[in-house]
């Protein structure tokens, strides 16, 4: 909603700042002032007080269960944050893509794990190069074959390479199968002279948004079966197995005693998807964390009752599964590439042109994936903005 100070701005004619000042103190961390009605929207909100308690949270019970954190980059792309994470007592971060693993490396970061195996000679050049930069590198393969393509190339670049073997945990598009093809390829690393065998990996996608807690544990105990399996073998034929990494948000509480570390990344923004899984002490929704980030978004027009369109479409990354901050009773719809629109009954709380709505997201690795910064906020007030890695350039993935 625009605000009385808002209001008092728009006629006194200084409503906003411009887009050039705006960057400007940005760049400088000038926010004296700030407020969210500053902004341009479509544009990304992050709570910090819940921001704060959801990274509290999760190292608290890090530190109390003794599994250790090494939280997935994917969800929010940001140095910032993985800097914050490390502080609260993370021993590392997970990426998806190699350029995430140089955005961290570049930044500092360390105890960096690339949970996707490098495939062709690009990116293994690049794994190389990370492992000689970075010596807490880690990667993983699921692959003989990739596996002595890596020592290969570590010999040439003179590098010793943490690897990890990726073993099948439920999700078909990757890890080897369990057992004695996962041991023959962890005995593969271990023999390899420029390759050092850390241990396994098993990632149960599809356990962390199991509905309903009793079911999630189930299922990521069958999951993650094949790969304590594997590691009891890799044992008995004297392979230590140092790492067992996996898990998620969805099972954090679940995994200690069959990982040593979880990948957990939603946690710290949470999304509508997550939120309808259940938790441990309810099974209609999952409120161990909460949710930090909104997309706020400014009505464009109101021109029928019960119904308004906004500045935030599908390339704003806008869902009909979205929920409206505060008015979970709202329907949202998509309305084609720059519009989407609210839908209420007829009587309730009415919208007005200008009002500016936030939208918890449905799915966070796809929303933050098309916005460059995050601005962070206490209250009404801006306090900072933490860029998110960008898209562009060869070397984006």
Known sequence: MITRRGL???AAGTAVLSAHELERRIVQKDFRGLTREDLP????ILDLDVFEKNLKTMADHSKASGLSLRAHV???K???ISRRQAELGAIGVCCATIAECELMAGAGIKGILFTCQPSGKQKIMRVVQLARKEPTFHCVTDDVIIAGQLDEAARAAGVKLNVCADVYAGLARQGCQPGPKALELAQKIASSKNLKFAGLMAYSGDASHTKIFAERKKRSAADLAGMLETAEMCKKSGLAVGIKTGGSTGTYNIDPGSLTEMQAGSYIFMDTAYRKIGG???DKVYDDF???LTVMTTVVSKTRPGMCSIDAGNKAMLRTTDVVKDRPEVEVQNQGAEYGSLVWKDGDRDYHVGDRVEVYPTNLDTSTNVYDRYYVARGEKIVDAWPIMGRTG????
């Open 280 to 282: 441990k002490s309810s």
């Open 41 to 44: 929207t479509p544009c990304m």
């Open 394 to 397: 060869a070397a984006h993935r």
């Open 78 to 80: 940001s140095t910032e």
């Open 8 to 10: 008092l701005h728009l």
């Open 74 to 76: 994917k969800i929010h």
């Open 290 to 292: 909460n949710e930090s």
